[in-house]
T-cell receptor, first 117, second 115 residues
């Protein structure tokens, strides 16, 4: 089974702190994604990466950055945490289908509930 | 601008009956649709998908229907079981010309199956 591991289940930070959320997958997937889940808004894509050192902005990248130095690890960085970044953060990975160029089946981690006070 | 909409935030059905979860979308360029299920304190898990060239896909108790002219898809669960109680997310895949597709999720519907 694919395993996507997020380093923290719960995290409490103060406004202005720099926050790192770590995600590791063990299935050699090319694609990795960061989403946030908020009540009434569903899952919204923050950033994604289709290869090592490659990254692309999702729908809500403002206030975030990412790092992918190794294939199995994808980090989300909140440069200066704000209260409106309090949310459930979900990391996901997927295999790239060379037949079609993409694969839609994402495998998610259990999430990190971040509270910014 | 919500491109994928799930207008029912919650649904309650009796065990053994049919559950119908609905999803509407606005972008005709979506080429693949998926349903994910999410239990509390867990990440979403893939349930079933359908390509835009089909109108129905079935997997055991789960069937997804796609009506492209109405930009509408639905998930049918028959018969519903208490273990199906979860939040269900509809998602649509967009090939934006990059190296991978983007999945755009709806807001979710909380299904409660009553014993």
């Amino acid at each position: 089974d694919v395993k996507v591991t997020q380093s923290s289940r719960y995290l409490v930070k103060r406004t202005g702190e720099k926050v790192f959320l770590e995600c590791v997958q063990d299935m050699d997937h090319e694609n990795m994604f960061w989403y946030r889940q908020d009540p009434g808004l569903g899952l919204r894509l923050i950033y994604f990466s289709y290869d090592v050192k490659m990254k692309e902005k999702g729908d809500i990248p403002e206030g975030y950055s990412v790092s992918r130095e190794k294939k199995e690890r994808f980090s989300l960085i909140l440069e200066s945490a704000s209260t409106n970044q309090t949310s459930m953060y979900l990391c996901a990975s997927s295999f790239r289908s060379y037949a079609t160029g993409f694969n839609e089946k994402l495998f998610f981690g259990s999430g990190t509930q971040l509270s910014v006070l | 601008d919500q491109q994928v909409k799930q207008n029912s935030p919650s649904l309650s059905v009796q065990e053994g009956r049919i559950s119908i979860l609905n999803c509407d979308y606005t972008n005709s360029m979506f080429d693949y649709f998926l349903w994910y299920k999410k239990y509390p304190a867990e990440g979403p898990t893939f349930l079933i998908s359908i390509s835009s060239i089909k109108d129905k896909n079935e997997d055991g108790r789960f069937t997804v229907f796609l009506n492209k002219s109405a930009k509408h898809l639905s998930l049918h669960i028959v018969p519903s079981q208490p273990g199906d109680s979860a939040v269900y997310f509809c998602a649509a895949s967009l090939n934006y010309g990059g190296a991978t597709n983007k999945l755009i999720f709806g807001t979710g519907t909380l299904l409660a199956v009553q014993p």
